[in-house]
């Protein structure tokens, strides 16, 4: 038997997997959360095999959020992604933060359920198309010798931000530069180090002469 907490900000979301799903032998949904930090206690309470998780949810912590930190406090609970969201990179990010698995809310019933059963038996889930789209990517970084370091995985506050702090600016000069908090300028250096696999300055230094983020405007 799988069990299984459903995590999204509608509650009539939640209501009609639930009742899809509680249909199913061998699945049993044992608990429900609106939002990241409530999916959170509630894992760690419940102990679920699986945790469906909505990426956007606007009233809470969110979904690529609380995956990776329920995978750092649950290494052994699969989280698959249930979204809306057909994006390269919310996608990217999903798997990035620990995810077993991405599938769309506009998925018929019985992939929903292929998806719920291959994450709990410990493998890998995607929907057919997010296969294509890794491999694509999997490809290009490896024909410019990233490493799976993609630039395009930055936003463009994060590429400014990475610019000056190579600059050799301090985290107080670059948010004057910005107009933003230093928390914000601390935040997005976290995110940056996060996405790209780095852990030191010196690091983040060598990335952005490389990319040439030195002359990045």
């Known amino acids: 038997m799988i069990k299984l907490c459903i995590v999204d900000d509608h509650a009539m979301v939640r209501s009609g997997l639930k009742m899809l799903l509680n249909e199913k032998e061998h699945i049993t949904v044992i608990g429900e959360a609106s939002e990241g930090d409530e999916a959170i206690k509630l894992a760690l309470l419940l102990k679920p095999d699986v945790v469906l998780m909505d990426l956007s949810m606007p009233h809470g912590k969110d979904g690529l959020t609380a995956t990776k930190e329920l995978k750092q406090l649950l290494p ?14 919310y996608l990217f990010q999903g798997i990035h933060a620990g995810a077993s ?81 230093i928390k914000t300028v601390e935040s997005h250096k976290a995110n940056v180090m996060d996405k790209l696999g780095l852990k030191t300055r010196p690091d983040l230094v060598r990335y952005a002469m490389k990319k040439g983020l030195l002359n990045f405007e």
Not at 80 to 86: G, K, R, Y
Not at 120 to 132: D, F, H, I, S, V
Not at 165 to 170: D, E, P
């Open 76 to 89: 052994s609970v699969a989280v698959l992604i249930l979204t809306m969201h057909d994006d390269d990179e």
């Open 101 to 181: 698995g991405y599938i769309l809310k506009s998925a018929p019933h019985e992939e929903l359920l292929t998806a719920i059963r291959t994450v709990a038996e410990g493998n890998a889930y995607l929907y057919p198309t997010a296969t294509k789209k890794l491999m694509s990517e999997y490809l290009e970084r490896s024909a410019a010798g990233d490493n799976g370091r993609a630039l395009d995985m930055l936003s463009d506050r994060e590429k400014e931000v990475v610019s000056l702090v190579a600059k050799g600016y301090s985290n107080k000069e670059v948010a004057e530069q910005l107009v933003i908090s």
